[in-house]
């Protein structure tokens, strides 16, 4: 049970390059979110998707963009990165219909640089 | 949409000196609180939480007060201890989607 993971975990790109970030989750659970952090700051919400194939708009949306093709995955793209977007990315998941825990598990974290 | 702000920034207290961090929240919505402690360069974990039918829980060296009709809950460690030296971050969620709103963090240095 790894939880949940994110890659990269570490990536520096030129100002409109795009990548995209891939977060995976193996406890069947049905709400995952994009959160930012960065220095001496609170998590902001990006993105988060309530299941398959639904995504919503959080806090700090523009220049992002998130796909929820397959429950267990969520991914993060960034189309023409900027240096704005220099940040810590955390994916989280919660909710598991399973068990009914409501507790929102975090990864590890993607360092991202924009240059 | 929710609000949460958190104080202090920081606090700096004597290692078995008890530490206190407060947290106000706008929406009356809200109905889970949880509190996350993160160390340097690792993820936020989770270290408690409320919800807004409770009005105080604890977990061993670690309390958390929730006053709903204020719209603030507060962070309690007693006997600090140098391994608790983090930084705190609070949250808030109307529990749509668990979607978290959190502080600004406070980071707390126990001094051996």
Redesign the interface.
Known sequence: NAGVTQTPKFRVLKTGQSMTLLCAQDMNHE?M?WYRQDP??????IH?S?GEGTT?K??VPDGYNVSRLKKQNFLLGLESAAPSQTSVY?CAS??SPDSSE????????SWLTVV | GENVEQHPSTLSVQEGDSAVIKCTYSDSASNYFPWYKQELGKRPQLIIDIRSNVGEKKDQRIAVTLNKTAKHFSLHITETQPEDSAVYFCAASTGAGNKLTFGGGTRVLVKP
């Open positions: 709400y979110y001496g700051m609170g998590l902001r919400l988060y309530v919503a959080g806090e955390f919660s909710y409501n507790t929102i598990y975090f990864g590890e974290g």
